[in-house]
């Protein structure tokens, strides 16, 4: 049931955001500030701290001294999970603040967050804080010889730093810091420098639910600046990254100098493949949100959609006419379906990639232009490119927007090869009526999640990671855990 009032909710404005270290709100060091607009208006909405190197570095000698003194990283697992409790309840009260801050940073629908970000944001930590009280201890692994007791313990690593995107803000926030801070880590979030809002309402949640101080910080900054420290720094002991594989790379490069422990979640071109046999409704329905869903600017979109040859015409034509009139609009508005783009730079860039795809062999068949909302807004239409191959520029780049190109197939083979025939291994799709066959392509699909008769499902228990330029690592479920903690053995001699 939707909990969205009949109103629209008000835009607000809202206070300058700072830096969150040790504890305490303060100014950047040298005062610095970035304005953050909201897409729909193109007007500011504030100006939010940007970190210096001393601010870095503060924060990190923050976080450290709270790991090494405690009480966080001592706690029993229960005291913590208390306090992950408490995180969740407080999302859930605030969440038509973090919906409205989203709405107004990145131009998520504010529907969509309260029905279906929301409670996955706040059931990230109840399933961790759930999960840390059995998934942490350790074990006894036997007494090899008379006087030897041999014991493990799992330990957090540390440090952690968080480096998120600016789409899903909050979400993929969540997905790192739960597991990071159940297994009794300290961390340091830098946000995206494009959509910071949610990070400081976090960070206030944070500190209403008692993590005591040095426990979570947030530092707010550029990639380039902050992010790079943060990546090179020696006392940050994981980089926890979710973003473009261009910066995944650069990241893992920095990040050996000291040996980071890191979590890559990248890029993704991921296939949606209809089959002649599907349930052709529900088929059609998956495709259209499996792309347009939060405008495109999903990891996961299905952004390439191969077709069966018999029903090629017929899908073709009926995702052009949902494309056509869904609605377009202020995302603040319950009837809207697709909300502007996030940045001017991403507008322009998605707006590159439909002139590339006019320029091609493909066909335009809905979309291509832009909309305004009084004069103003970063929208794109919902865009379907039909006829195309996948050796296309829009086939093959991620272009993290509202356009999708169409490739037809003539056999299952020809599908599972067009459909791992992408540097990426992210997600992928298959609609179908034969349960066997989804099977079969399921096991020979090169993606982290293979969505059968369906797309976009997630939950806390789901592990959730790339093959391929997509990344390593694992987000959710208890594999989540694991990447944050590390096991000592102990040898007892007790002879
Ligand atoms: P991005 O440009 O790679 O930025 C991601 C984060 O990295 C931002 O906080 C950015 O800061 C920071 N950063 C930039 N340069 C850095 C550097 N040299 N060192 C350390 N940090 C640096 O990605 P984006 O455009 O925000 O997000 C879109 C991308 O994320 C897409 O490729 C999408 O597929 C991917 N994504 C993947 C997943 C997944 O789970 N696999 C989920 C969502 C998004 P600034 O904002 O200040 O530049």
Redesign the pocket.
């Known amino acids: 049931m939707s909990t969205v009032k009949s109103q629209i909710p008000q835009r607000i404005p809202l206070p300058r955001g700072q830096l969150l270290i040790d504890g305490r709100w303060r100014d950047a060091a040298d005062g610095e500030t970035r304005p953050t607009l909201d897409p729909t208006t193109e007007a500011p909405v504030t100006e939010v701290a940007q970190a210096t190197a001393q601010d870095v570095n503060d924060a990190v000698a923050a976080a450290r001294r709270a790991f090494e003194e405690g009480p966080w990283s001592r706690f029993h697992h229960e005291q913590r999970a208390k306090i992950l409790f408490r995180v969740a309840d407080l999302l859930d009260e605030r969440a038509e603040e973090f919906a409205l801050r989203e709405a107004m940073d990145m131009g998520m629908p504010y529907r969509d967050f309260i029905d279906i970000i929301m409670p996955h944001c706040s059931g990230l930590f109840r399933f961790f804080g759930g999960l840390a009280m059995n998934a942490m201890d350790g074990g006894y692994r036997g007494s090899y010889e008379a006087n030897l007791r041999i014991l493990t313990r799992r330990e957090p690593l540390g440090v952690v730093a968080a480096?998120?995107?600016?789409?899903?803000p909050l979400a993929?926030t969540c997905s790192k810091i739960a597991p990071a801070l159940a297994a009794g880590n300290t961390v340091i979030h830098?946000?995206?420098?494009?959509t910071p809002l949610s990070a400081l309402a976090l960070a206030q949640v944070m500190l209403d639910a008692g993590a005591p101080k040095g426990v979570y910080n947030l530092i707010t900054?550029?990639?380039?600046v902050?992010?790079?420290l943060?990546?090179k720094h020696p006392e940050v002991d994981k980089?926890a990254?979710?973003?473009?594989?261009?910066?995944?790379q650069?990241?893992v490069r920095?990040g050996a100098d000291t040996l980071k422990h890191t979590t890559m979640?990248?890029?993704?071109k991921s296939p949606n493949i209809v089959f002649a046999d599907a349930n052709l409704e529900a088929a059609i329905q998956a495709a259209f949100w499996g792309i347009f869903w939060n405008k495109g600017?999903?990891?996961?979109a299905g952004s390439r959609l191969l077709v069966e040859r018999p029903i090629y015409a017929e899908v073709v034509e009926r995702l052009a006419a949902m494309a056509a009139s869904a609605t377009v609009g202020d995302p603040l508005d319950p009837n809207t379906m697709i909300g502007p783009i996030a940045s001017r730079a991403?507008y322009e860039k998605v707006l590159g990639y439909i002139e590339v795809g006019q320029r091609s062999s493909a066909r335009l068949v809905a979309g291509g232009g832009t909309r305004r909302l009084d004069g103003k807004g970063l929208f794109i239409e919902p865009t379907v490119f039909a006829d195309a191959s996948n050796d296309l520029k829009i086939a093959r780049e991620?272009i993290?927007g509202p356009v999708l190109p169409v490739i037809a197939f003539d056999t299952e083979e020809d599908a599972l090869r067009i459909a791992n025939d992408t540097p990426y291994g992210?997600a992928a799709g298959i609609q179908t009526g034969d349960l066997g066959r989804a099977l079969r392509l399921a096991d020979r699909i090169k993606a982290g999640t293979v969505w059968l008769n369906t797309w976009h499902k997630y939950h806390p228990n789901a592990p959730?990671?790339?093959y391929k330029m997509?990344?390593f690592g694992r987000?959710q479920g208890a594999e989540a855990l694991q990447s944050y903690s590390q096991y000592k053995t102990v040898w007892a001699n007790v002879g």
């Open positions: 480096i998120t995107p600016f789409n899903f993929l830098k946000p995206a420098s494009d900054g550029s990639g380039g902050v992010g790079d943060l990546v980089i990254f979710t973003g473009s594989t261009g910066v995944g650069t990241i920095l979640e990248l890029g993704g600017e999903v990891c996961v991403e991620e993290f992210l959730f990671g790339g997509s990344g987000e």
